[in-house]
Every structure is written in C-alpha cells, then in structure tokens.
C-alpha cells in the first residue's frame, strides 16, 4: 500500500511537472513591428498575438502553413507552438507597393535565447 502510494505521487508529480512545463509568452502588434522582434519558445508552448493597433491585422506564416486573422484592434489570439512550425511570419497587411514584398516580419525561434 505505501509502495502504491509512493508510486501515485510521483506520478502525480511528473504529471503537474509536464503540465506546467508549456510557457505562455507574448508578442505585441505594432503598427510598424512586432515586440519582442524574435521570440524564444519551446514545443507546446502558447504565442498570445496582442493588437494595439488602432486596426485589424492578419498575421501569415513565411510558408502560408498558418494564419491568424483578422486580429481586431486591442485583442489577442493565440496559438499553441509545435516542433516543426514555420516561424518566420508577416503581416499580411503591410505589403510593399514596389515588389509585393511583406515590410514587417517578425520570428519565433525553437533554440536557446542568446546570453547577453
């Protein structure tokens, strides 16, 4: 019976440990940029996408494997981030008039933040 229950708390343990694991992280629309520019997440975690702009938005992944949109003005949608997902992205609103060529990307990036 102890040995059970030794057995159930680790479990429990490494259930909670896993379950909290997953990070929420944040990126700001602006109307020229995205804050932070590059983001450094891990597999499962959650990207909020913020709005602040006086305008809807519509994000797009450099390889249209995804898309968020319209992002009305001073909301947020987010989405969860796996291994393997583009993460290059643009909005698809801002788009140069000379070459069709996207004037504000921003990244995400599954390795290691630089130390500074």
Do not use: C
Request: proline share 3%; charged share 20%; no cysteine.
């Amino acid at each position: 019976m102890k040995r059970a229950m030794q057995i159930s708390a680790v479990l429990a343990t490494l259930t909670a440990a896993t379950a909290v694991s997953a990070a929420e992280h944040e990126i700001l629309i602006l109307p020229d940029a995205y804050f932070p520019s590059i983001l450094y997440i891990d597999d499962g975690d959650t990207v909020k996408f913020t709005n602040l702009t006086g305008s809807e938005h519509n994000i797009v992944a450099k390889n249209d494997k995804w898309f968020l949109g319209p992002i009305a003005a001073q909301t947020s949608v987010t989405m969860v981030m796996e291994q393997g997902t583009q993460t290059t992205f643009y909005d698809a609103d801002a788009v140069s008039d000379e070459d069709g060529s996207f004037l504000v990307e921003g990244r995400m990036s599954f390795g290691d933040a630089p130390l500074d």
